[in-house]
T-cell receptor
Framework: SAVISQKPSRDICQRGTSLTIQCQVD?????MFWYRQQPGQSLTLIAT?????????ESGFVIDKFPISRPNLTFSTLTVSNMSPEDSSIYLC????????????FGAGTRLSVL | KQEVTQIPAALSVPEGENLVLNCSFT??????LQWFRQDPGKGLTSLLL?????REQTSGRLNASLDKSSGRSTLYIAASQPGDSATYLC??????????????FGQGTTLQVKP
């Protein structure tokens, strides 16, 4: 199993500002992902964080709004840019092995409220 | 487009009861299915992973079944305890190597076990 640490655990931000969320894993992992859980909704994949190259975004999510970094195999960041109240969600980091059969693990999430 | 539905949305049972949570998905072309537990402020915990070639998986008091052809999975919890109170999420992983990290989630069943 993998132990995933996310920072911050929660934050309250003003409209128009940006917040960077950090994800640290206790071991090297091939695949890292960022998910969003809007209030009352289930989880939706934002993007796959690729080590050493640009992230791969899902439909409806763009790099300008959610820039992602992954400098090595144990760390990634997600920035929520130019925030609006609609960005209020829980953002979760997730990791998995390269094989599709592998279990996927999730961090505790970052609870973001935008005023 | 794959859609995952969980019924019921909420469930309240007295301690000691056996219970079944249901998950259905619209596209049978899945690689595997994973059941998670979500506790407030603690992210997601993986409970059971069933590969598409498997019919069921068991862990302690938990048993998950998969009927891929009918697009259904069930999570059976035996002898429920108050500590089982949480939201249970079902997620499918679509076929295709490019979808390694993409899980499609249901909206969850919130379970309350009363002492």
């Amino acid at each position: 199993s993998a132990v995933i640490s996310q920072k911050p655990s929660r934050d309250i931000c003003q409209r128009g500002t940006s917040l960077t969320i950090q994800c640290q894993v206790d071991s090297q992992v091939t695949m890292m992902f960022w998910y969003r859980q809007q209030p009352g909704q289930s989880l939706t994949l934002i993007a796959t964080a690729n080590q050493g190259s640009e992230a791969t975004y899902e439909s409806g999510f763009v790099i300008d709004k959610f820039p992602i970094s992954r400098p090595n195999l144990t760390f990634s960041t997600l920035t929520v840019s130019n925030m609006s109240p609609e960005d209020s969600s829980i953002y979760l980091c997730s990791v998995a092995g390269q094989l599709a059969k592998n279990i996927q693990y999730f961090g505790a999430g970052t609870r973001l409220s935008v005023l | 487009k794959q859609e995952v539905t969980q019924i019921p949305a909420a469930l309240s049972v007295p301690e000691g009861e056996n219970l079944v949570l249901n998950c259905s998905f619209t596209d049978s072309a899945i690689y595997n299915l994973q059941w998670f537990r979500q506790d407030p402020g603690k992210g997601l915990t993986s409970l059971l992973l069933i590969q598409s070639s498997q019919r069921e998986q068991t862990s302690g008091r938990l048993n998950a079944s998969l009927d891929k052809s009918s697009g259904r999975s069930t999570l059976y919890i035996a002898a429920s305890q108050p500590g089982d109170s949480a939201t249970y999420l079902c997620a499918v992983r679509p076929n295709g190597s490019s979808n390694t990290g993409k899980l499609i989630f249901g909206q969850g069943t919130t379970l309350q076990v009363k002492p």
